[in-house]
């Protein structure tokens, strides 16, 4: 079994640009991903937001950024295995990792996890009715804006996921409110779109008690929760962004140390507490850390330097820049004499 010189776990933003960087400093590498498609987050929770904040792009729709990552990672004939989970990392006697996953055994010299959340569980909403309209009216992920047209929903949440659907789903569906029980988490100017659109905000101290329907959602009861005043408001659709439960387990039986909101890491050099095991994106923790597309991007080319020279010490970490660097044929077309 051949083995590679990077295995990267995960094949979001930030596995995908440890792949393209891979590439740019020659080594073999693969990615691993459970889910089906490549694309992380982007892909599997918000494929038709714009995303606003990535070097280059005034604006972009995230599907259309995850194609232009699959290009870029892609230009090298980089090993790509979907639909399987990673399992189980055991170091072997020469140094290297044998990786297990629920359909395979994969050998590499070193690991980048770019994992993110994990497997990816959204946060149930409390209302005890809510779980028997999963699918019939309450939603946790908003994969087509376009199912939403015409309707009247109620968003739940204040982070960025509940602000941004609610800023989307504004021109297609026939109302929006958001409820949310305390201050918006959300980016700033997010926050000032909402308040600017036609979207009702009910926040703070709204929740969604009851969802009411017959087979499917016709109504929500809010509580204010200070008062204890409760309001039926008539809707289609119930969409919850109330975050992610992570299972941090995984990698701790990995032995990778982790603190409470992902693995701890040297922000220096990206590795993790096994040496030869990096982390970038998401999934890392530590006190600085943006849980943000680009600097997800910028971990993992400091992950794919560092895990170069240790491969082979004679190598430099600080990479030569991208116009010094041997790029495929594709990566030349444009380029200026
Ligand atoms: C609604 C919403 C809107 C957002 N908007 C923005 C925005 O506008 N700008 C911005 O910068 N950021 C935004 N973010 C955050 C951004 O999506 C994340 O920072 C980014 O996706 C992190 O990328 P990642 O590659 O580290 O992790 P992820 O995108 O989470 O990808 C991790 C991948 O690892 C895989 N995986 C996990 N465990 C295993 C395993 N054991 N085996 C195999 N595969 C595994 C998963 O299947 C997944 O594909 C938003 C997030 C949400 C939810």
């Given at each position: 079994m051949e083995t590679f010189d990077i295995t990267v776990i995960g094949g979001g933003p930030t596995g995908l640009f440890a792949l393209f960087y891979a590439g740019m400093r020659g080594a073999k590498a693969k990615v691993i991903d459970?889910?089906?498609?490549?694309?992380g987050q982007l892909y599997a929770?918000?494929?038709?937001k714009y995303v606003?904040?990535?070097?280059?792009?005034?604006a972009i729709i995230a599907a259309d950024l995850v194609k232009g990552c699959i290009e870029q990672a892609m230009q090298w004939p980089h090993a790509v295995c979907l639909e399987e989970r990673v399992t189980g990392i055991e170091r072997r006697d020469d140094g290297s990792f044998a990786l297990t996953t629920d359909k395979a055994q994969h050998l590499t010299k070193t690991i980048i996890i770019c994992?993110?959340?994990?497997?990816?569980k959204p946060r149930k909403?409390?209302?005890?009715?809510a779980a028997s309209f999963e699918d019939r009216g309450v939603?946790?992920?908003?994969?087509?804006?376009?199912?939403?047209?015409g309707l009247r929903v109620v968003v739940v949440g204040g982070g960025d996921s509940a602000v941004d659907y609610a800023l989307a789903l504004e021109p297609r569906a026939k109302a929006v409110t958001i409820v949310h029980r305390s201050q918006f988490r959300a980016h700033p100017h997010s926050v000032d779109l909402l308040r600017r659109s036609k979207v009702e905000i009910r926040q703070?101290?709204?929740?969604?008690?009851e969802v009411h329907g017959d087979?499917?959602?016709?109504a929500v009861t809010l509580v204010?929760?200070?008062?204890?005043e409760e309001t039926r408001l008539e809707v289609d659709a119930v969409l919850c962004a109330l975050g992610f439960v992570s299972d941090l387990g995984e990698l701790a039986r990995w032995g990778i140390e982790t603190s409470g909101h992902g693995v701890v890491i040297d922000?220096?050099?990206?590795?993790?507490?096994?040496?030869?095991i990096y982390a970038a994106g998401d999934v890392i923790a530590h006190a600085?850390?943006?849980?943000?597309i680009a600097c997800g991007t910028s971990e993992a080319a400091i992950a794919v330097n560092q895990a170069m020279v240790y491969i082979?010490?004679?190598?430099?970490?600080?990479?030569?820049h991208s116009s010094n660097l041997t790029l495929p044929i594709s990566a030349k077309v444009g380029a200026q004499p």
């Open positions: 459970a889910l089906p498609e490549l694309g929770l918000y494929p038709e606003y904040d990535m070097p280059g792009f005034p994992s993110g959340i994990g497997a990816i909403l409390p209302a005890p009715s939603h946790y992920y908003a994969r087509n804006f376009d199912a939403f047209s703070p101290d709204f929740e969604v008690k087979g499917k959602v016709e204010q929760s200070k008062t204890k922000p220096i050099t990206m590795e993790t507490n096994v040496k030869g600085g850390k943006l849980k943000l082979n010490p004679a190598n430099k970490v600080q990479p030569v």
